[in-house]
């Protein structure tokens, strides 16, 4: 079962990077996010790792990426990237993050990391990743 | 900055998080272990009672940022003693996600249970894999020794990847791989393709060509190639996995192209919807084809008819139980029909 997202409480998740991750128009499509996050695409285009933080369990945004991009439930998350370790495709799998502070922390020193954190917890100084060309709060912006 | 030098302080302490995207000081190993306790009632002799599974130790340890190992090693329970085998080593350097480059032990990539679950038996939703790769198999060589090029073009809409092999194939013991070398004068290479569409997360399409030379029970030398083709939905609801390999053996010198010998499964779960999502039934159809002109396998008695069903109960993420029964028919054999019962558990570490 995937979880379901409350969308009257759950606010807008933000897709957040290293400063030095350089990505044209700072732009992803749903596609490529989803590439990423599930490690079919494993570096950035300059060769560089990509480097994936993922808030712990229980964390709501945690429930919406997996609703939004992995359609998985957390049972089957976990089992997805045990078999990616297993099948050798991952030397491991993402990083678990345990606070929003810490991942936003972590993602402005971890070279080519990206992650994900709350609209509202958005600072000056994390680079915001539009997907298919939109920004949280806009019309159509799929982890709304 | 709120809290950066505490929050970087236990990112560096954390087990769970590591400055990945920087080369480690020494390598940093993750580790993965299976094994499974199982129950068996069968019409086979000799066959019933209480049973040790395979014990398995995965590790995978960054030597750089390019350079990772892996390595498998297995337990497993025979009548008298333990086997220990290394399933799997190799080093792979990554150049980019479209080209990797690995030398070692690895599991053949024919198909894609070989691949996806192998020794993996909680990652699978049966008891046991099919026969056409079970434990020990002759009709697919589920090991290859060598070096294999591997990647994948995640920006393509169809998730285009492949891998290319050149090894020592298959040992004297057709079962096994050539580890200590290759046994004929001619090496082994398997190429394959597959789909793996990002819109469809679980999907899987791919080909597979595996050509070696090899010794036949009779000590001829013969030419072996495999077609196969997998089809794999691998997710919950549902879950369709289908298999088909065409394998031919020609004599080097003979009469040319001889009747192929063919294996196929058919397998379909689905996880129950709410209260009820613990519970996952499934049923696998599978059979093993030999023609009576391959003087490869003909001799060694492959053919095989079976039909599984099943439920898998998860009463924990890392925790599966299944209930199996099986109809099956070994060739030369009365048809037989056997229970399981399997407790099967995945242990995670770094």
């Known amino acids: 079962m995937v979880p379901t997202v409350d969308a009257q409480t759950m606010e807008a998740v933000a897709i957040v990077v290293h400063p030095e991750v350089a990505i044209d128009d700072d732009n992803l499509t749903l596609d490529q996010l989803r590439s990423i996050f599930l490690a079919e695409r494993q570096h950035w285009g300059d060769r560089s790792r990509i480097t994936l933080l993922v808030r712990a369990a229980m964390a709501p945004e945690r429930d919406l990426i997996l609703t939004e991009i992995y359609g998985m439930s957390e049972d089957r998350y976990r089992q997805y990237w045990i078999g990616k370790m297993f099948r050798s495709e991952v030397a491991s799998g993402p990083k678990i993050v345990f606070s929003t502070d810490m991942l936003r922390d972590l993602v402005t020193v971890i070279p080519g990391s990206i992650g994900f954190v709350p609209v509202s917890e958005v600072g000056p100084d994390l680079k915001v990743i539009r997907i298919d060309g939109m920004l949280p709060g806009d019309e159509g912006y799929p982890l709304n | ?350």
């Open chain 2, 1 to 350: 900055m709120r809290g950066s030098w505490l929050g970087i302080l236990v990112a560096a302490l954390s087990p769970a998080v590591g400055l990945a995207g920087q080369a480690p000081d020494d390598p940093r190993i993750r580790a993965l272990g299976f094994g499974d306790f199982n129950y068996l009632v069968t019409d086979l002799d000799g066959k019933e009672g209480f049973r040790i599974g395979q014990m398995v130790g995965h590790v995978i340890a960054d030597i750089d940022e390019r350079f990772t190992f892996f390595g498998e090693v297995s337990l497993t329970a025979k009548d008298d003693k333990y086997s220990i085998e290394v399933e799997r080593a190799s080093v792979r350097y990554d150049f980019a996600d479209e080209f990797k480059i690995s030398a070692g032990r690895f599991h053949t990539p024919v198909g894609y249970w070989n691949t996806a679950f192998h020794h993996g038996s909680w990652l699978q939703t049966s008891v046991a894999r099919p026969e056409m790769i079970k434990f020990g198999s002759r009709f697919i060589p589920t090991h290859f020794v060598g070096l294999l090029a591997e990647g994948g073009f995640p920006t393509s809409p169809l998730g285009l990847g492949y891998s290319v092999g050149i090894g020592n194939g298959r040992a004297a013991n057709i079962a096994r791989a050539g580890d200590a070398g290759d046994v004929n004068d001619r090496p082994a290479w398997v190429a394959r393709v597959r789909l793996r569409p990002i819109s469809i997360v679980g999907l899987e399409v791919g080909a597979t060509f595996y050509s070696d030379r090899l010794l036949a029970p009779d000590l001829s030398k013969a030419n072996e190639r495999i077609y196969a083709l997998h089809v794999a939905l691998d997710r919950d609801a549902p879950e369709i996995l289908a298999e088909y390999a065409h394998v031919t053996h020609d004599p080097v010198t003979g009469s040319g192209d001889l009747p192929g010998s063919d294996g196929y499964y058919i397998q379909f779960g689905y996880r129950l919807p709410a209260a009820y999502r613990s519970v996952k039934p499934y049923v696998r159809v599978e059979q093993v084809v030999v023609q009576s002109g391959d003087d490869v396998f003909f001799p060694l008695a492959l053919n095989y008819d079976g039909v599984v069903v099943g439920v898998r109960y998860d009463p924990g993420v890392f925790l599966a139980l299944r209930v199996e029964y099986r109809y099956e028919q070994f060739e030369g054999m009365a048809k037989t029909n056997s229970l399981y019962a399997q407790a099967s558990f995945v242990l995670t570490g770094s």
